[in-house]
Structures are given as C-alpha cells and as structure tokens.
C-alpha cells in the first residue's frame, strides 16, 4: 500500500505562485518505483491531467495548459513530489491531487494510489 498527502494549497492572487507537495509512504512506494502524477479537479468538470514525472525525475510531461508555468519535481530521499505552480490564472483554480502510477501516464485509471486533494484558488 501506498499514502498520499497533499499539502501547499491556498488563496492567491492571479500571476501569484503556490508551491504542492505530495508525501508518499508506505513500503511499496520505492520497491516499485512509482511514476507521480498531479490531477485537478474544477467544480462541475472532470478530473484532468496536469503532470507526471518518473521514478528518476529525468522525464517529465505537461499538459498543454499548464506548460512554461509549472514544474513537477521529486526527492526520492524524502519520498515527496513537488508542483511548482507560477503565473497563476483564475482557470487553475481546483482541488490537486497526486496520485502515484507503475509508469508514467495521463490517464487517471492508470494510478492506483490518490492523495485526499488540496484546494486551489486563485483570485481575479
């Protein structure tokens, strides 16, 4: 089993930054070496993509929206995920999750283990 918990989330106003942290635990989490994702949800939408990164953090991918403003990193020696979260528009505004996945992906069936979520808003 794996644990997820998110923290960083806030109030901020538009061009603002925020910094998510993802704290993993559990005794499978390094043995198989999971790829993390971050996912968010808006009020009335679906859950949708934001980023992921490998076990390594050599590779890394964005969805379009969020390209050049965010950056996901990890410490493998700490067991957390980062999402560097700047110029930030009222349209970020949603609860984030991470979610810990056997490989890389955009799709959220492919991650087993969520966090609970941390809230997000960004103010005009």
């Known amino acids: 089993q794996v644990q997820l918990v998110e923290s960083g989330g806030g109030l901020v106003q538009a061009g603002g930054s925020l910094r998510l942290s993802c704290a993993a635990s559990g005794d499978t989490f390094s043995r198989y070496r999971y790829a993390m994702g971050w996912f968010r949800q808006a009020p009335g939408k679906e859950r949708e993509f934001v980023a992921t990164?490998?076990?390594?953090?050599?590779?890394?991918y964005y969805t379009d929206s969020v390209k050049g403003r965010f950056t996901i990193s990890r410490d493998n020696a700490k067991l957390t995920v980062s999402l560097q979260m700047n110029s930030l528009r009222p349209e970020d505004t949603a609860v984030y999750f991470c979610a810990a996945a056997r490989g890389m992906a955009r799709i959220s069936q492919v991650y087993e283990f969520w966090g609970q979520g941390t809230q997000v808003t960004i103010s005009s």
């Open positions: 990164i490998n076990w390594s953090g050599d590779s890394t």
